[in-house]
């Protein structure tokens, strides 16, 4: 009897509604416009471009921002396989390790500035894990994935509680 599969999916996290966002990107247009108006009657026309520029800016920000909440990261680990699928709005690409020579590595980072990496490999091929979590949420993740996938040529029961 084979034990079910372990399943994991990881998101960013995304708590601006479109409403909310469609709300705030009107708001700050309605106080950027109207104090880049105020002070073009004063004579500062100049203003007004970077005023619209700045709001170009943010829209294209919020715009990438709410695109993000359709990233999904499901990890299946069965007796087999590891099995890791991206996926967007667009795209969904699936890639497949074998259980018992897959490694979970956390890369440290190059610098204190930039973000840890978590990745499966094996046999020459990587796949990044978690990149929008924040470090505490990745080490754990590490931890949990180590306890499903073991290291090189051990394969723990999936049928023990993780």
Known sequence: MHPD????????????????????FGSVCF???????????QGFWPVLPFAGLEMA???WALKVSMAR???RQ???????????E???????????FPRHWAQVKLRRPASRLHPSRLTI???GRQCELGSFLTEAERRGLAVRLQGLIGRVN????LAQPV
């Open 69 to 71: 909440r359709h990233h």
């Open 5 to 24: 599969p372990q399943r994991i999916e990881i998101c960013p996290h995304c708590s601006l509604s479109i409403r909310a966002a469609v709300l705030f």
């Open 121 to 123: 490999e094996s046999h």
């Open 154 to 157: 051990e394969s723990p029961s």
């Open 74 to 84: 499901t990890i299946t680990v069965t007796e087999s396989d590891v099995s890791v």
């Open 57 to 59: 800016l943010l829209g």
């Open 31 to 41: 106080v950027s416009f109207g104090v880049a108006g105020l002070m073009a009657a």
């Open 86 to 96: 991206l996926q967007d709005q667009q795209h969904s690409v699936r890639h497949v």
